[in-house]
């Protein structure tokens, strides 16, 4: 599984790390490169404070011995560097202990038509470095043109361009590219005893996808100001509406819930459960590393698997836990190609949308929180629990009535995914795992 990548000569390097590896004695070799090119400016009242161009190479390995695991990693490619490197490496798995469950994967038979996904933009290579400083200040100059901000945290683009490499001893050989860029802006309004703060970003794969100055800027503005003179209100059980970037958040509690390393630890509430029902009809979670331009998009994943589509959650049913091929051993399931170094990470994590729109949603709620932000930490895998400080609007009459802050919603996972009555329609794939707006049915919300 090949891409022409920007220097081919990292694959002829890659597989020369290989077989050297198994002259040294090992069972099993991989060997993971990856070369990035990195340009970010953060710019802030009107100045640019951080300017970063750079490249940046860096190697992974892993050898098995007698089912035995040593893994090295390295920025220094020279040639004899790295052959002591796999030297070293070889002699410390011999020190480890023996695990049955370790082991590279099988060479599969699947090819992923690499071009196919769209991960790359050349444009974004050919972007002048003045032309991104630009856009950063445009969109910073923008925001402050509105009298209700009062300060700037800055504004910042950032493009990555990557090139991966993998190759073991089963026989895999791949590489791809790919490309990210992003622009964002941090705002402050209100004085000094009624600060609110903040923020919008938009983060694509091609440059012509990305939202304008304009756009980023009127949305950091408007989800800035909408805060400004919050209330306290009483501790009450009400139905929250989650906006999508806190659906993005309770998504990534799911994910971290239904990780094969976390079910084979033990460190999940739904180890047990699979098969079964956790949350309504309306619920049905999926897990895509092929779609074309998405954000976690990849042909294949760390250990050379390819990527799929899982469905997760099935009409609220739990179908498949996403696991590497190490988890999968240890839990006697496959591989679902979410491997990521020792790990499992998502690809396109997402909840399927419905019909609703969110102002139908609103429209729908007599009483209750339209969630906003949370901060803290307060989640538990394994009991489901969460609990974190919020802030929001709160909704009266079917609209929007005032914000509020300095409040806590305590809830757990299982009966958020059980209660939630509305999916809207607006799902829009901004990060790797994301959602729609949702209404909870009821949740605690503790204020006064």
Not at 90 to 109: C, F, I, K, M, Q
Not at 190 to 215: C, I, M, N, Y
Not at 220 to 230: D, G, W
Not at 309 to 332: D, I, M, Q
């Amino acid at each position: 599984m090949k891409e022409k990548g920007r220097d081919n000569s990292l694959l002829g390097l890659a597989e020369r790390f290989v077989e050297f590896g198994k002259t040294c004695g090992a069972d099993e070799v991989e060997i993971s490169l990856v070369e990035g090119r990195e340009f970010s400016v953060d710019v802030r009242l009107g100045q640019v404070e951080n300017l970063v161009e750079a490249g940046s190479l860096h190697l992974s390995l892993r050898v098995i011995k007698d089912q035995k695991t040593a893994y090295v990693t390295s920025s220094d490619l020279a040639e004899e560097t790295v052959r002591r490197l796999v030297r070293n490496a070889v002699v410390r798995a011999g020190l480890a202990s023996r695990d049955e469950h370790s082991g590279l994967p099988p060479l599969a038979s699947e090819d992923i038509d690499i071009p196919s996904l769209r991960l790359v933009d050349p444009e974004i290579s050919r972007l002048d470095p003045s032309q991104k400083i630009r856009l950063a200040l445009e969109t910073e100059r923008i925001a402050l043109e509105d009298s209700r901000i009062t300060n700037s945290h800055g504004a910042s683009f950032i493009s990555n361009e990557v090139t991966a490499v993998l190759a073991n001893s089963h026989g895999f050989l791949g590489s791809y590219d790919q490309t990210f860029c992003s622009l964002s802006v941090g705002l402050q309004a209100g004085g000094t005893d009624d600060k609110v703060e903040d923020h919008w970003a938009s983060v694509k794969r091609h440059f012509r996808d990305l939202e304008t100055p304009e756009s980023v800027a009127k949305k950091a503005v408007e989800r800035t100001v909408r805060q400004l003179h919050p209330r306290k209100i009483r501790t009450q059980a009400v139905p929250v509406i989650f906006e999508p970037g806190m659906t993005n958040w309770l998504l990534g509690f799911l994910f971290a819930c239904v990780s094969g390393v976390a079910v084979y630890q033990k460190a999940t509430f739904l180890a047990e459960r699979l098969g079964t029902r956790i949350g309504g009809g309306n619920i049905t979670v999926v897990d895509d590393g092929l779609m074309p331009g998405r954000l976690g998009s990849r042909p294949f994943d760390s250990e050379g698997l390819p990527c799929r589509k899982t469905t997760v959650v099935e009409n609220g049913v739990l179908r498949h836990f996403l696991c590497n091929s190490y988890a999968g051993r240890k839990l006697s399931l496959p591989s679902t190609g979410n491997a990521d170094g020792t790990g499992v990470s998502p690809n396109n994590f997402f909840l399927l949308p419905g019909t609703a729109t969110p102002q139908e949603i609103i429209a729908s709620t007599e009483k209750g929180l339209l969630l906003t932000r949370t901060i803290g930490h307060g989640l538990n895998p394994v009991t489901g629990d969460l609990s974190r400080g919020a802030f929001g609007l709160w909704v009266e009459g079917g609209q929007v009535a005032y914000p509020v802050s300095e409040v806590t919603i305590a809830g757990n996972l299982e009966q958020i995914l059980n209660q939630i009555e509305a999916v809207g329609n607006d799902l829009d794939f901004r990060a790797p795992v994301c959602g729609p707006t949702i209404k909870v049915g009821e949740l605690t919300v503790a204020g006064e």
